[in-house]
């Protein structure tokens, strides 16, 4: 019984010792959530944004991204086109942010795989982007594919993911938590 | 030696105001088994319907007339563990993960030959019976061979444009589970 006060503390230790190890070398998979957690509410805006902050805005954008970094956007019958290079994303982010009143950005599923030498990985993810004052929200499963750099874990390619053969881009209403769009 | 009953008055007089019968139907005959059951069951319970059953929201038409806009149903997530998913059956289908799905029926299986003439299936070149399909359909598509682990998924709504609407082949890891109505 005497030491029962000792082992408490040797354990609040050894869960503390554990949560420092995690909060100060987060893993690779961790990082990338939290820099696409980051991407989604940057890339989130809503009215009355100024010129200043739209621009700083955008600039933000592109720092997500690779200075090589290709963006393949093909949704047959709808969309195809191509941003190649940091500038492209910035000056499609401002477009946008130019041009909607407001946007809302989620990500309500992320799988990412990290490549084993650790220098790469590929987040497999939904893309729910909500456009101010419109009834229906844009739902697309795309890939994006990081690369270990200097600066971080950048963007170096995102491209859309076909979930049925057919796909074309899904505008849908979100209602629930787990919706099945038909 | 028989163990002894908690419920039972130790000198063979129960002096409790609540009756015997009425502890025994609430706190059982071992109230020690009783709250550990209680414990239990509530967690298992949690647990199984946490991995088998999901429920969802259906949005759109595309699975019109049999399942409506707006309406809620449960997947069974456990349904395919035994058995392979058959032509007919009406999954969900996931994109990156579980909270954004498609629903759609399971008209062609692996290894077979899905085309669209005139809006009728047919699958390697024999029409499908479609009991399920009520709209007027008008469709064309070319032959498509599914791979080994391939299936071809489309609503039960084909009276509206083939490109307004979600169909094609999927990977059989794709599948979250089967509708249950």
């Not at chain 2, 489309?154 to 890891?173: A, C, E, I, L, T």
Request: charge should be positive; hydrophobic fraction near 40%.
């Amino acid at each position: 019984m005497k030491n029962v006060p000792s082992f408490i503390l040797l354990a609040a230790l050894a869960v503390l010792g554990v949560w420092l190890w995690f909060v100060l070398s987060p893993s690779p998979e961790r990082i990338i959530r939290q820099r696409l957690a980051k991407l989604a509410r940057t890339a989130s805006f809503s009215s009355g944004e100024g010129n200043l902050a739209r621009l700083a805005a955008a600039e933000d954008i592109a720092g997500y991204f690779a200075t090589n970094v290709e963006v393949d956007i093909n949704v047959p019958g709808r969309i195809q086109h191509t941003f190649t290079g940091r500038d492209e994303i910035q000056q499609a982010a401002l477009g946008v942010r130019s041009t909607l009143s407001g946007l809302k950005v989620t990500f309500p599923d992320i799988n990412i795989t990290v490549a084993p030498d650790k220098q790469s990985a590929v987040a497999d993810l939904t893309v729910e982007a909500v456009v101010a004052g419109e009834r229906d929200s844009i739902v697309q499963e795309m890939k994006f594919t990081f690369r270990k750099t200097d600066d971080g874990w950048l963007i170096s390619h995102v491209e859309t993911v076909r979930t049925l053969s057919s796909t074309t881009l899904r505008f849908a209403q979100r209602r629930a938590p787990f919706i099945v769009y038909t | 030696m028989p163990a002894q009953n908690p419920v039972q008055p130790l000198n063979g007089r129960d002096r409790s105001p609540v009756p015997r019968w009425l502890r025994i139907l609430v706190i059982g005959r071992n109230p020690k088994a009783t709250l550990i059951r209680a414990a239990v069951w509530p967690v298992l319970l949690l647990l199984g319907y946490h991995f088998t059953l999901l429920r969802i929201h259906v949005e759109g038409i595309s699975m019109l007339p049999t399942y409506q806009d707006g309406s809620k149903y449960f997947v069974n997530r456990i349904a395919y563990l035994w058995r392979e998913p058959q032509r007919g059956d009406v999954i969900s289908i996931r994109m990156a993960g579980i909270h954004e799905m498609y629903l759609k029926r399971i008209i062609g299986l692996p290894g077979e030959t899905v085309a669209f003439v005139n809006g009728r299936v047919l699958i390697n070149g024999e029409v499908l019976d479609e009991p399920y399909e009520k709209l007027p359909c008008d469709w064309n598509l070319p032959p498509e061979k599914l791979g080994p682990d391939q299936y071809f998924v489309v609503g039960d709504n084909r009276s509206m444009p083939s490109q307004d609407h979600y169909f094609g082949k999927m990977d059989r890891d794709r599948i979250v589970g089967k509708i249950i109505r």
